[in-house]
T-cell receptor
Framework: AQSVSQHNHHVILSEAASLELGCNYSYGGTVNLFWYVQYPGQHLQLLLKYFSGDPLVKGIKGFEAEFIKSKFSFNLRKPSVQWSDTAEYFCAVKYSGGGADGLTFGKGTHLIIQP | EAQVTQNPRYLITVTGKKLTVTCSQNMNHEYMSWYRQDPGLGLRQIYYSMNVEVTDKGDVPEGYKVSRKEKRNFPLILESPSPNQTSLYFC????????????FGEGSRLTVL
């Protein structure tokens, strides 16, 4: 079965630190890749997405992610985090031909930014 | 405003008492889906629908039913809720050609005693 793995379940950083959250997916041919963010008490919102082209994609709020096909990875990065980035982050993959528009989600990374 | 609306947002119920969580989207999306979110397990798909009158099981469909009689609505039905269905539920939708991008509702927190 296709799967998505997020390396860290909990990450604690200080403000202004750099962030990298890992995401790996199992091989499944062509994929579309997403990062979603869930702020405390809120629903999931799209942070960024990759369909094709430049493997370095930029999203909202200064986030970016790099698709490395050879490593089946789509890591999320931010050079300098803020307290307001405290949230849960989910990596998601749409495998070609998989369940219409169904996404496979990772288990999430809970990010806490300390002031 | 484009949105996915779920009701109720919060519900406490007892084992065996049938309940329905409604989901409605105003974006004319073909695809709709239900997920449950549990600590340490992330989001797991319950059911999805590719269009009106077309529904299919996701990864964790046991104990749930859905229907898609209209394009905008996709209710989730728990015929006989049990405590292991205590969870946070999200409805999501997308246009048929979105390549997977989902638009989520606000979530419905359900507690079954």
């Amino acid at each position: 079965a296709q799967s998505v793995s997020q390396h860290n379940h909990h990450v604690i950083l200080s403000e202004a630190a750099s962030l990298e959250l890992g995401c790996n997916y199992s091989y499944g041919g062509t994929v579309n890749l997403f990062w979603y963010v869930q702020y405390p008490g809120q629903h999931l919102q799209l942070l960024l997405k990759y369909f094709s082209g430049d493997p370095l994609v930029k999203g909202i709020k200064g986030f970016e992610a790099e698709f490395i096909k050879s490593k089946f990875s789509f890591n999320l990065r931010k050079p300098s985090v803020q307290w307001s980035d405290t949230a849960e982050y989910f990596c998601a993959v749409k495998y070609s031909g998989g369940g219409a528009d169904g996404l496979t989600f990772g288990k999430g990374t809970h990010l806490i930014i300390q002031p | 405003e484009a949105q996915v609306t779920q009701n109720p947002r919060y519900l406490i119920t007892v084992t065996g008492k049938k309940l329905t969580v409604t989901c409605s989207q105003n974006m004319n999306h073909e695809y709709m889906s239900w997920y449950r979110q549990d600590p340490g397990l992330g989001l797991r798909q319950i059911y999805y629908s590719m269009n009106v009158e077309v529904t299919d099981k996701g990864d964790v469909p046991e104990g749930y039913k859905v229907s898609r009689k209209e394009k905008r609505n996709f209710p989730l039905i728990l015929e006989s809720p049990s405590p292991n269905q205590t969870s946070l539920y999200f409805c999501a939708s997308s246009p048929g050609t979105s390549k997977g991008e989902l638009f989520f509702g606000e979530g419905s927190r359900l507690t079954v005693l």
